[in-house]
C-alpha cells in the first residue's frame, strides 16, 4: 500500500483519470488495525494497484484537507473510491470488507 503524504500528490490522483482509493487508518485502534489487514489482504489476492494509505494521526491537515475537499465526513478507518474526480464509493468501520471492496 502506498502512502499518502501531501496535498500535492492527492491533488495529482484526483486529476488523473485512473481509479484510486484512499484508507485512511488510525494505527491506534483496533477497528482501523482489522480494516487495514482487510485492505492489504485484499490488495495481495486483487492487485489492485492504486491504494494510499493516509495515517490519521501523522496527516492530520491532510486528512481533514480530503474530508472538506470531498464532502464526505471523516471517518476512521475509511475507505474511499475515486476516479475521473467523482467519488465511486466510500465506507468505513465494519462495512469495510473483502467483498465490498472487490465489488468496486
Given at each position: ?8 500528490y492527492?491533488?495529482?490522483?484526483w486529476?488523473?483519470p485512473?481509479k ?11 477497528i482501523?488495525?482489522?480494516a487495514c489487514w ?8 486483487s ?7 493516509l495515517d ?6 491532510l486528512k ?8 464526505i ?17 466510500h ?14
Amino acid at each position: 500500500m502506498k502512502i499518502l503524504q501531501d496535498k500535492k500528490y492527492f491533488k495529482q490522483l484526483w486529476d488523473s483519470p485512473e481509479k484510486f482509493w484512499i484508507f485512511k487508518n488510525s494505527t491506534t485502534c483496533s477497528i482501523s488495525n482489522r480494516a487495514c489487514w482487510i485492505v492489504e489482504d485484499v490488495i495481495k489476492k486483487s492487485n489492485i494497484p492504486n491504494i494510499y494509505m493516509l495515517d490519521v494521526h501523522q496527516q492530520s491537515d491532510l486528512k481533514m484537507y480530503i474530508a472538506d475537499f470531498l464532502w464526505i465526513q471523516h471517518e476512521s478507518p475509511q475507505l474511499i473510491c475515486i476516479q475521473n474526480k467523482e467519488i465511486l464509493w466510500h465506507t468505513s468501520h465494519g462495512n469495510i470488507t473483502h467483498e465490498r471492496i472487490q465489488n468496486h
